[in-house]
Structure formats: structure tokens, C-alpha cells
């Protein structure tokens, strides 16, 4: 797992594992945020299974699944309320990491 920090806050990142959690508590994230919807391949964990990993060591998640080319300003909205809620850094996870980078840079220019 490569993060790739946005901000002093935000590192975004390929979809990551339940497997992973442990390594991004140690990595420094104290939460994280998925921008990926449940189902969107084939073998992809779902954010249940990634937020049960995360609550077992104390650490937030919040989901906030975007279909691609189906962004809104409500979704900037939550993603910039999300970042303001959730103990920082945060990490951030889709397919790629570029939906989560995309919002997160939406979510600076929307009220």
C-alpha cells in the first residue's frame, strides 16, 4: 500500500484490505473514508468487512461510496464534513485513489 498524501490531513490510496488496517494505524491514519461502492469488482472487500477491522483497533471509518462520473456537490459536502469530524490524518480509498484525490479537491472549493 502506497498512500499518496493530498494535504497536512489526507493521503488517498487503491482500495485497501481488511488486512491493510493494522499497516495504516501504523503508517500514522488515525481514520478512514471509502469512496468506493460495495460490488463495484468482482473479490472487493465490502465496508463492512474494512470498517470491522478499523473498529477493532479503534479506528473510524466512514463510508461514502461515489459512482464514478456520478459526483456531486453533496458528496463534496460529506466528504469535507467527514474530514472536519474524523481524528486526522485520514485516509481516503477507492479503485484508484483518484476519486477520493477528486473529492477531496471539490470539497475545498464547495460551500
Given at each position: 500500500?502506497?498512500?499518496?498524501?493530498?494535504?497536512?490531513?489526507?493521503?488517498?490510496?487503491p482500495q485497501i484490505t481488511p488486512d491493510d488496517i493494522e499497516e495504516v494505524r501504523n503508517l500514522g491514519f488515525r481514520s478512514i473514508i471509502c469512496n468506493r461502492p460495495d460490488g463495484e469488482e468482482a473479490g472487493q472487500p465490502t465496508f463492512d468487512e474494512i470498517e470491522a477491522a478499523a473498529t477493532a483497533i479503534g479506528m473510524p471509518a466512514r463510508y461514502i461510496p461515489i459512482i464514478?462520473?456520478?459526483?456531486?456537490?453533496?458528496?463534496?459536502?460529506?466528504?469535507?464534513?467527514?474530514?472536519?469530524?474524523?481524528?486526522?490524518p485520514v485516509l481516503a480509498y477507492c479503485r484508484s485513489g483518484a476519486?477520493?484525490?477528486?473529492?477531496?479537491?471539490?470539497?475545498?472549493t464547495t460551500p
Open positions: 500500500m502506497q498512500p499518496t498524501p493530498v494535504s497536512t490531513t489526507l493521503s488517498v490510496s464514478p462520473g456520478r459526483m456531486s456537490e453533496m458528496d463534496a459536502s460529506a466528504f469535507r464534513a467527514a474530514l472536519e469530524e474524523l481524528p486526522g476519486r477520493s484525490a477528486t473529492l477531496w479537491s471539490l470539497s475545498q
